[in-house]
């Protein structure tokens, strides 16, 4: 498709979306096509550019269990943050976006699990977990189809590899990649440069 043509359906489909949201940012941008629910608990920042075919929710209900949450903004996507095709973000309680973001294709980010403690009750009949977090500091780099677990810092400047599977804090300044994510470099301010880890 002409590149002018594309960017002019993505500007006349994000005017149609842009008021659904609990705020949008100055030229952000939502290309088609968004799959996304509860976006009154959504905040969008400037300069923000959401691929193609992603997923983007807010989950108040499963299985006939309301979420507990009393969060306002329960997912929050910062200033200049690019998200690449087919990214799935779903929260029920806090997802915290930096800004100056960068996702690559097919990120999955999450903030709880879906409940399966009860092995009487079929999967769709159970509630999701309550209180989770994740939180993405600034200047993130997340490589293709990486994903990001509940209950997880990511500090700023860090970098996520491909496919990697984060369940842990990850500190600032830090290269992880694996599943589960392992540091495998972190940036030396003596030396000036990234070192791998010994």
Known sequence: MNYALFSFLGNLYTQLLRGKFHSFGKNSIIKPILNSSNEEYISIG??????????????????????????????????????GNNGFITANNSIEIGDHVIMS????????????????????EQPLTE???????????????STVLKNVTIGE?????????????????????????????TYDFTLKRWCKRS
């Not at 879906?114 to 079929?122: E, P």
């Not at 400047?157 to 804090?169: D, I």
Request: aromatic share 8%; hydrophobic share 35%.
């Open 105 to 124: 294709a097919y990120v999955t980010i999450s903030d709880h699990d879906h409940g399966f403690s009860d092995i009487k009750k079929h999967l769709h």
């Open 131 to 145: 209180r989770g977090y994740v939180k993405i500091g600034d200047s993130v780099f997340l490589g293709v189809k």
């Open 46 to 83: 400037d300069y923000a550019n959401i691929g193609s075919f992603c997923r983007i929710t807010v989950s108040t209900e499963f299985g006939g269990h309301k979420v507990k949450s009393k969060n306002k903004i329960r997912l929050k996507i910062g200033d200049h943050v690019d998200i």
């Open 157 to 185: 400047h860090s970098v996520v590899g491909a496919n990697a599977v984060v369940t842990s804090n990850v500190a600032p300044y830090t290269v992880v990649a694996g599943n589960p994510a392992k540091v495998i470099k």
